[in-house]
């Protein structure tokens, strides 16, 4: 499948779940593809980076549902903190466990999972929609963290065959398991398409993080998590994170044409070419 | 005692403190000043603390802060990827200190946003984890800039949950959380005033109560004979020094 062919797919309205951490194993060549597009009133579920970022910076989010925006070494995001304080988006603000468990939730099909996180604080108070539960074992009182039911996910991935096995060679995996099985229509896109042969010659089977049973649709997306890491393939391009975050008011245009409004090998071009972005070292934090 | 410290150091040994007594407990300083005080405790007074690497590794000791030296590769103990992260602190088994930008005199405190909710003057990370680290294990934290706009009278947005006892449904469970110790710039705080109000212990060297008490919006508990902040011993410093910190990082904390 194509980045074309996905965006196809997606319809104005839709709860997309986007996988990896911060500044971490974003599909990016997915979330460019929706910022060029011509959807619209998204309501996104991320642990967000520049994949929150770049979509509220293109007029795509309606709502975002997150427990913090962050590019890892830029503490903070920009664009996401340009329209939180225009207050042009709707938030529904989680601790990230509570995150978590609603999309595992969301998952295994329960209408909740409960958790002590967020009692006592304005997370509770701020989102009158979560409710809470008195333990049938006891008299606790627990916050019932409800499902996050997703039309589409997102995630990028190392490795993936036809068929839809993913694999991640990073040592975190973060959630991107979570979020496929929380979505009715699940996206991965990966660094290459690989034969299934190939998969454990590559990798322990600890890497093998997705079945085919959570995958729909692979899309092969050489540098697919640029400007975020794909470790061990390439770090955290810093320089360009301070490009996208310094594009900022009429800045924002020109990083747009430069590096969202192109196509993937003109991507690459313009980001120095592959073998620039595969010299860049893991990441140290 | 050395005489030859800075405001950075005093702050790491007071805040290593933290994490005296805690055994074989996750020890997650956040932020620079909060992690060389792990790494402190860890390499002194509390050898059995686990110590992370940022990412999804246990490292074995505390990693070097700064650019890794050629060569220097850290010895790994164990993995620990985000989900049992948060297993792990649901479990209790961690002790946190983070940075908040403000806090109310029952520990409330706010890393999200200022202002409004809707829209907000100034938005920051968004609350992370820390709903989650409050209600379940111990948490300590440091502030480098005391003063009326970090000591608010009321946080914008409660993003880890103080004492106040108006934000505790009674059939909530309270006893997995504590509030431990609260380092600033200018005195060492913590939560045993009544009601478990913010309490001052000891006033950093050459800092009053009355500075201190200008510098919050709220009113402070003292402890009885109030005393000052101990300074770093010449074993401390050069563990910062030599250790923890070999690059002097520290010296951009109170630039300003």
Same mark, same amino acid.
Request: charged share 15%; proline share 8%; hydrophobic share 40%.
């Given at each position: 499948m194509t980045t074309k062919d996905v965006v196809a797919e997606l319809r104005d309205g839709m709860t997309i779940g986007i996988g990896g951490w911060g500044a971490r194993r974003k599909p990016m060549t997915l979330v460019r593809a929706l910022a060029r597009s011509s959807l619209k009133d998204l309501t996104i579920v991320s642990y967000g980076g520049p994949d929150v970022g770049m979509l509220c910076a293109t007029g795509k989010v309606r709502k975002l549902i997150f427990g913090f925006v962050? =590019?890892? =070494?830029?503490?903070?995001?920009?664009? !996401?903190?340009a329209v939180r304080q225009a207050g042009a988006i709707e938030i529904m603000e989680l601790d990230e466990g509570m995150l978590q468990w609603g999309l595992k939730a969301a998952m295994i099909r329960l209408p909740f999972l409960p958790t002590r996180a967020g009692l006592a604080t304005d997370v509770q108070q701020l989102n009158p929609g979560i409710k809470t539960i008195r333990s049938p074992y006891g008299s606790e009182t627990l916050l019932a963290m409800p499902a996050l039911e997703l039309d589409a996910a997102l995630v990028h991935v190392d490795h993936a065959d036809e068929r839809g096995n993913g694999q991640i060679l990073g040592d975190d995996p973060f959630f991107d398991d979570l979020y496929c099985g929380a979505a009715k229509r699940?996206?991965?896109s990966c660094e290459r398409i690989v034969p299934t042969a190939e998969l454990t010659t590559l990798g322990c089977i600890h890497t093998l993080a997705l079945n085919r049973t959570l995958v729909d649709a692979v899309i092969e997306a050489?540098?697919?998590?640029?400007?975020?890491?794909?470790t061990p393939?390439?770090?955290?391009?810093?320089?360009?994170?301070?490009?996208?975050?310094?594009?900022?008011g009429d800045g924002w245009t020109t990083y747009q044409q430069q590096f969202v409004d192109v196509d993937e090998a003109q991507y690459i071009e313009a980001i120095g070419g592959r073998a620039k972005i595969e010299s860049i070292p893991p990441t140290v934090f | 005692m050395a005489d030859d410290y800075t405001l950075a150091d005093l702050c790491i040994v007071a805040c290593a403190e933290a994490w005296r007594d805690?055994?074989?407990?996750?020890?997650?300083?956040?932020?620079?000043?909060?992690?060389?005080?792990?790494?402190?405790?860890?390499?002194?007074?509390?050898?059995? =603390?686990?110590m992370n690497d940022g990412e999804c590794r246990l490292a074995a000791e505390p990693i070097p802060v700064g650019p890794r030296a050629p060569g220097y590769e850290p010895q790994i103990e164990g993995w620990l990827p985000f989900r049992r992260v948060f297993e792990l602190l649901w479990s209790g088994r961690r002790h946190a200190m983070t940075i908040p930008t403000q806090i109310d005199r029952f520990?409330?405190?706010?890393?999200? !946003?200022?202002?409004?909710?809707?829209?907000p003057k100034v938005q920051l990370l968004g609350v992370r984890g820390i709903p989650g680290?409050?209600?379940?294990?111990?948490?300590?934290? !440091?502030?480098?800039?005391?003063?009326p706009r970090s000591f608010v009278h009321e946080v914008d947005m409660v993003s880890g949950c103080g004492y106040d006892p108006g934000r505790w449904a009674p059939s909530v469970r309270r006893d997995f959380h504590e509030l431990r110790l609260l380092v600033t710039n200018l005195a060492v705080l913590d939560f045993q005033g009544p009601d478990h109000q913010v309490r001052v212990r000891s006033l950093h060297p050459g800092v009053t109560l009355d500075q201190v008490r200008e510098q919050t919006s709220f009113p402070l508990a003292v402890v009885d004979g109030v005393g000052e902040t101990p300074t770093p011993t010449t074993e401390q410093l050069r563990i910062i020094g030599e250790v923890l910190d070999p690059k002097n990082l520290r010296a951009s904390v109170f630039k300003s």
């Open positions: 962050s =590019l890892d =070494l830029i503490p903070l995001d920009p664009h !996401f903190r699940r996206y991965v050489p540098l697919g998590a640029h400007p975020t890491m794909c393939k390439y770090g955290i391009d810093l320089d360009h994170l301070k490009t996208y975050a310094g594009a900022t | 805690d055994g074989d407990i996750l020890a997650s300083g956040m932020g620079l000043i909060p992690r060389l005080a792990a790494g402190l405790a860890r390499l002194t007074f509390s050898p059995g =603390l686990l520990g409330n405190i706010n890393i999200s !946003f200022i202002g409004a909710a809707d829209k680290n409050t209600i379940n294990h111990p948490c300590s934290f !440091f502030v480098p800039n005391h003063g």
